[in-house]
């Protein structure tokens, strides 16, 4: 399968997150993974992706508003979204905050999509990262979980 990962980051967490997962769907055969930044994303080259993952860092307790306004623009352009999943970075207590409003956003934007798996809401240390060590494995995981579904 094709894999479009698009994601924000400030400061590089969240893309590593985005990394990480690209590198367990591309450890099973079969499967292409591109990873982009939002801010470089030209949306009409979306057409042709089976599975679209969405990360964003929690910024307020919810995703970025560059992430917003891309989820708001899938469906407000002529594209098929068959499958989605996304996932969030976050610190202290806001796990699965942000990953919860962006599938909700999703789901009321696009509702014949569908959800390819749960979010993934993986921990930072601190505003700067890093992530913490022992969710880091959950990453790759994700990714190989995600193509296997296939
Ligand atoms: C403006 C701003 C607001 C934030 N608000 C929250 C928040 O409400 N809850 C939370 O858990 N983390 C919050 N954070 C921490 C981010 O989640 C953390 O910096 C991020 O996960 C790091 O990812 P990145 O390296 O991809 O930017 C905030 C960070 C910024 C910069």
């Given at each position: 399968m094709k894999v479009l990962i698009i994601f924000y980051t400030k400061h590089g967490n969240t893309q590593k997150v985005a990394e990480l997962i690209a590198d367990g769907i591309n450890s099973v055969e079969g499967n292409e993974t591109e990873v982009v930044n939002v801010k470089d994303f030209?949306?009409?080259?979306?057409?042709?992706?089976d599975l679209i993952l969405i990360g964003s860092p929690n910024h307020g307790g919810r995703h970025t508003k560059s992430i917003k306004k891309f989820i708001s623009n899938l469906s407000s352009i002529s594209v098929k979204v068959n499958s989605f999943a996304v996932f969030d970075t976050y610190m202290k207590?806001?796990?699965e905050k942000a990953v919860k409003k962006m599938e909700k956003q999703i789901i009321e934007n696009?509702?014949?999509?569908?959800?390819?798996?749960p979010g993934l809401s993986i921990k930072v240390g601190g505003m700067k990262g890093p992530i913490v060590e022992e969710v880091l494995s959950k990453c790759k995981e994700y990714g190989i979980k995600l193509a296997k579904k296939r």
């Amino acid at each position: 399968m094709k894999v479009l990962i698009i994601f924000y980051t400030k400061h590089g967490n969240t893309q590593k997150v985005a990394e990480l997962i690209a590198d367990g769907i591309n450890s099973v055969e079969g499967n292409e993974t591109e990873v982009v930044n939002v801010k470089d994303f030209d949306l009409n080259e979306i057409k042709t992706y089976d599975l679209i993952l969405i990360g964003s860092p929690n910024h307020g307790g919810r995703h970025t508003k560059s992430i917003k306004k891309f989820i708001s623009n899938l469906s407000s352009i002529s594209v098929k979204v068959n499958s989605f999943a996304v996932f969030d970075t976050y610190m202290k207590s806001d796990f699965e905050k942000a990953v919860k409003k962006m599938e909700k956003q999703i789901i009321e934007n696009l509702p014949n999509s569908t959800m390819a798996l749960p979010g993934l809401s993986i921990k930072v240390g601190g505003m700067k990262g890093p992530i913490v060590e022992e969710v880091l494995s959950k990453c790759k995981e994700y990714g190989i979980k995600l193509a296997k579904k296939r």
